[in-house]
């Protein structure tokens, strides 16, 4: 099992950026693909990115294509998410997740391991 906290989280205006940063526990988190997703109040979880074990394969949402990227260093142990051009609509709960599986893939039902997750709020 691998333990997540993320962090980075807060209050912008639209068209500010953010950068969210998910560390991990334990050994094996260079084993398993990564990711981001977002739930905004009543509404369900929705995928944002992910990433493979090795870094090499990146999936978006169509939603966030272009604006968002994802990144991991495997000797430090993070996953990062770097937010531009944010919108109103970007404001979700933000919660970093392990793979059950080395590639990247953008399925919440095939993650494990969840972090408790970080508040985006973008004003408009």
């Known amino acids: 099992q691998v333990q997540l906290v993320e962090s980075g989280g807060g209050l912008v205006q639209a068209g500010d950026f953010l950068r969210l940063s998910c560390a991990a526990s334990?050994?094996?988190?260079?084993?398993?693909?990564m990711g981001w997703f977002r739930q905004a109040p009543g509404k369900e979880r929705e995928s944002v990115a992910a990433?493979?074990?090795?870094?090499?394969?990146?999936l978006y949402a169509d939603s966030v294509l272009g604006r968002f990227t994802i990144s991991r260093d495997n000797a430090k142990n993070t996953v990062d998410l770097q937010m531009n051009s944010l919108k109103p609509e970007d404001t979700a709960v933000y919660y970093c997740?392990?793979?059950?599986?080395?590639?990247?893939?953008?399925?919440?039902?095939?993650?494990?391991?969840w972090g408790q997750g970080t508040q985006v709020t973008v004003s408009s």
């Open positions: 997740a392990r793979s059950r599986y080395a590639v990247a893939h953008l399925s919440p039902s095939l993650y494990d391991d």
């Open positions: 334990g050994r094996t988190f260079s084993m398993y693909g």
């Open positions: 990433i493979s074990r090795s870094g090499d394969v990146t």
